[in-house]
């Protein structure tokens, strides 16, 4: 692998674990987000303010980060138990506009020129190489996978999924909406708050507009495009539309338009997404591979 | 229906386990309810019949908490539970079905009904986050399954389950949580004549396994074969309450709503 090629497995993991963390929030738990992207900069911003003005070592500023990131979120899961679904999706554009303008007007997040000369990570006084980063993302992207498989077989995620199909039948079985909404919150802008970090310290200099509201609908095509609901779709769908402009160079100035009219697309023709539960796809290789099974465990969801 | 009249007579002296008192409730001007008053006793099976819009399923979503009403209160054991919400109050003993049918349409059936055994769990983090098909809850699972005849359908996504199996398993789920009181909003509603009499015999191994039911029900045959007990609601009000055989040749009742009915 070149350090080309690197660099892209390092952006496309990040991709993934900020997909998989909106898929918690938007595709279990059903809460439309709309401002993810405001969460990957409190993750990187914390990381970064730790790293350069206060020493902190990668190792320790990432799980910092992680922590600082999911206590915002669950201050705006508090918010969201009180909004309707569309009052939800407008409110955290909202979010996400009010969180950019606090990075750049702010001199304590470094004003419009961002924060420069993050240290990329040592260990035992030895600096990372890209390569090595790129494993130390990989594991990353490997324990958010198994989190997230975790979830989805205990009762937690069980009632998260309650709560996204219908609110009222989950309250009728004694589910508290309200509470499980902020964990789902915070889960999915924990996992912001990490690739927000893992960002932060593969740049060495992050800026208010990685932040902003484009990157927010980047995040929410990728969800969407791969199937909402489900881990292999939020996989699948990072690494397609991450390495789209990549292997499209000349469509990397449109990129924005693509995903915002991929999501249109997709939203109007296929809303189970490419490999979603129920989609065209996704339904052809299940009946391919359906025939030796055990009938009743076939259609388990979720995975 | 003479059965019916020995079961009340039966059942006469046993606790109250939920009154209602003097409840109304009003949106936004309309008058949904106004001061209906009425007891439920362990073990009975109460009909709450009535027209459309008579007020049956407000006044069931307020004995479940899903909004308060304007005023009055309600008891459950003796204690107040007017303004508890939804959620605490279902973990307190008190279940429903929807009168439109509410499944989690994109999980399967066992795993609609594995949601409402989440009270054994709840509030412990290692039942949270553990693996939740362990074998004692699943089995429970299974069993209320096989009660309401969905065991073979356990793996099928609800929201591709006919109707009529919908209700069943919405009764399955709602039995999940151990309840002391159901509450069925029109079970019967869509069903074809058979798939009722199903409905009714189930009803009878529920309130047969000690849970009292509450049930709003159009069909009358299905309601005086079920009730110990019937009130009456129109526009809002309470127009009688008795024992089914009386309720049925009541000059008012037979004005008020069968003569309308039918
Ligand atoms: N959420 C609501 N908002 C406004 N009006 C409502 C609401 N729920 C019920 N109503 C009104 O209250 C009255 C009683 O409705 P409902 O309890 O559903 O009757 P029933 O179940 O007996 O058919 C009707 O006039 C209905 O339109
Ligand atoms: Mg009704």
């Given at each position: 692998m070149?350090?080309?090629?690197?660099?892209?497995?390092i952006?496309?993991?990040i991709?993934?674990?900020?997909?998989?963390?909106?898929?918690?929030?938007?595709?279990?738990?059903?809460?439309v987000?709309?401002?993810?992207?405001?969460f990957?900069?409190?993750?990187?911003?914390?990381?970064?303010?730790?790293?350069v003005?206060?020493?902190?070592?990668?190792?320790?500023?990432?799980?910092?980060?992680?922590i600082s990131?999911a206590?915002?979120?669950a201050?705006?899961?508090?918010?969201?138990?009180?909004?309707?679904?569309d009052?939800?999706?407008?409110?955290?554009?909202?979010?996400?506009?009010?969180?950019?303008?606090?990075?750049?007007y702010?001199?304590?997040?470094?004003?419009?020129?961002?924060?420069?000369?993050?240290?990329?990570p040592?260990?035992?006084?030895?600096t990372?190489?890209k390569?090595?980063?790129?494993?130390?993302v990989?594991a990353?992207?490997?324990?958010?996978?198994?989190?997230?498989?975790?979830?989805?077989?205990?009762?937690?995620?069980?009632?998260?999924?309650?709560?996204?199909?219908?609110?009222?039948?989950?309250?009728?079985?004694g589910?508290?909406?309200?509470?499980?909404?902020?964990?789902?919150?915070?889960?999915?802008?924990?996992?912001?708050?990490?690739?927000?970090?893992?960002?932060?310290?593969?740049?060495?200099?992050?800026?208010?507009?990685?932040?902003?509201?484009?990157?927010?609908?980047?995040i929410?095509?990728?969800?969407?495009?791969?199937?909402?609901?489900?881990?292999?779709?939020?996989?699948?769908?990072?690494?397609?539309?991450?390495?789209?402009p990549?292997?499209?160079?000349?469509?990397?100035?449109?990129?924005?338009?693509m995903?915002g009219?991929?999501?249109?697309?997709?939203?109007?023709f296929?809303?189970?997404?490419l490999?979603?539960?129920?989609?065209?796809v996704?339904?052809?290789?299940?009946?391919?591979?359906?025939s030796?099974r055990?009938?009743?465990?076939?259609?388990?969801?979720?995975v | 229906?003479?059965h019916?009249?020995?079961?009340?007579l039966d059942?006469?002296?046993?606790?109250?386990?939920l009154e209602?008192?003097s409840?109304?409730?009003?949106?936004?001007?309309?008058?949904?309810?106004?001061?209906?008053?009425?007891?439920v006793?362990?073990?009975?099976?109460?009909?709450?019949?009535?027209?459309?819009?008579?007020g049956?399923?407000?006044?069931?979503?307020?004995?479940?908490?899903?909004?308060?009403?304007?005023?009055?209160s309600?008891l459950?054991q003796?204690?107040?539970?007017?303004?508890?919400?939804?959620?605490?109050?279902?973990?307190l003993?008190?279940?429903?079905?929807?009168?439109?049918?509410r499944s989690?349409?994109?999980?399967?059936?066992?795993?609609?009904?594995?949601?409402g055994?989440?009270?054994?769990?709840?509030?412990t983090l290692?039942?949270?986050v553990g693996?939740?098909?362990?074998?004692?809850?699943?089995?429970?699972?299974?069993?209320?399954?096989?009660?309401?005849?969905?065991?073979?359908?356990?793996?099928?996504l609800?929201?591709?389950?006919?109707?009529?199996?919908?209700?069943?398993?919405?009764?399955?789920?709602?039995?999940?949580?151990?309840?002391?009181?159901?509450?069925?909003?029109?079970?019967?509603?869509?069903?074809?004549?058979?798939?009722?009499?199903?409905?009714?015999?189930?009803?009878r191994?529920?309130?047969?396994?000690?849970?009292?039911?509450?049930?709003?029900?159009?069909n009358m045959?299905?309601?005086?074969?079920?009730?110990?007990?019937?009130?009456?609601?129109d526009?809002?009000v309470?127009?009688?309450?008795g024992?089914?055989?009386?309720?049925?040749s009541?000059?008012?009742?037979?004005?008020a709503?069968?003569?309308?009915?039918?």
């Amino acid at each position: 692998m070149g350090l080309y090629q690197v660099t892209v497995a390092i952006t496309t993991g990040i991709y993934i674990i900020l997909t998989m963390g909106l898929n918690t929030i938007t595709g279990y738990t059903g809460q439309v987000s709309l401002g993810h992207a405001a969460f990957f900069g409190v993750g990187a911003y914390a990381s970064a303010i730790l790293s350069v003005r206060y020493g902190f070592p990668f190792w320790v500023a990432l799980p910092l980060a992680i922590i600082s990131t999911a206590l915002v979120g669950a201050v705006l899961g508090a918010v969201s138990t009180r909004l309707r679904e569309d009052s939800l999706a407008i409110t955290t554009i909202g979010i996400n506009f009010v969180m950019v303008s606090v990075f750049k007007y702010s001199s304590f997040f470094g004003g419009a020129l961002g924060i420069g000369g993050i240290r990329y990570p040592s260990l035992f006084g030895h600096t990372l190489t890209k390569p090595e980063y790129l494993l130390v993302v990989a594991a990353c992207v490997a324990l958010g996978v198994w989190l997230d498989r975790r979830l989805v077989r205990s009762w937690l995620g069980l009632a998260l999924r309650a709560v996204g199909q219908d609110e009222a039948a989950a309250e009728s079985l004694g589910v508290d909406s309200p509470r499980f909404k902020i964990v789902a919150f915070m889960i999915g802008t924990a996992y912001a708050g990490a690739a927000g970090s893992l960002y932060a310290h593969f740049m060495t200099f992050i800026s208010p507009q990685d932040f902003g509201f484009p990157m927010s609908i980047s995040i929410i095509s990728m969800a969407v495009f791969g199937g909402l609901g489900t881990l292999r779709g939020a996989i699948l769908g990072s690494c397609v539309l991450g390495l789209a402009p990549e292997v499209f160079r000349p469509l990397v100035e449109y990129r924005n338009l693509m995903y915002g009219a991929l999501l249109l697309l997709m939203m109007r023709f296929q809303p189970q997404g490419l490999i979603g539960d129920g989609s065209v796809v996704w339904e052809r290789i299940r009946s391919l591979f359906a025939s030796g099974r055990v009938p009743g465990r076939a259609e388990r969801g979720g995975v | 229906m003479d059965h019916g009249v020995e079961i009340d007579l039966d059942r006469g002296c046993r606790a109250i386990l939920l009154e209602v008192r003097s409840v109304s409730k009003q949106f936004h001007g309309v008058r949904a309810l106004q001061d209906v008053t009425l007891s439920v006793r362990q073990g009975q099976v109460f009909g709450v019949v009535g027209p459309n819009g008579a007020g049956k399923t407000t006044l069931f979503n307020i004995v479940c908490g899903v909004y308060p009403p304007s005023g009055g209160s309600v008891l459950f054991q003796g204690r107040d539970i007017t303004r508890l919400g939804s959620a605490r109050t279902a973990r307190l003993g008190i279940a429903r079905t929807f009168q439109i049918v509410r499944s989690f349409p994109r999980m399967t059936v066992l795993d609609n009904v594995l949601v409402g055994c989440g009270h054994r769990v709840y509030g412990t983090l290692s039942g949270l986050v553990g693996t939740y098909g362990r074998e004692a809850v699943r089995g429970k699972a299974m069993d209320l399954l096989e009660l309401v005849g969905l065991e073979h359908a356990a793996g099928t996504l609800a929201g591709k389950l006919p109707i009529a199996l919908q209700r069943r398993m919405e009764v399955a789920r709602a039995l999940a949580l151990d309840p002391l009181l159901l509450l069925l909003d029109e079970p019967c509603a869509g069903l074809a004549f058979g798939e009722s009499q199903d409905l009714v015999e189930l009803v009878r191994r529920v309130r047969d396994g000690g849970v009292t039911v509450m049930i709003v029900e159009h069909n009358m045959g299905v309601v005086m074969s079920l009730c110990d007990e019937i009130a009456v609601l129109d526009f809002g009000v309470k127009i009688a309450q008795g024992p089914s055989a009386a309720i049925s040749s009541n000059p008012r009742v037979i004005e008020a709503y069968l003569g309308k009915e039918a």
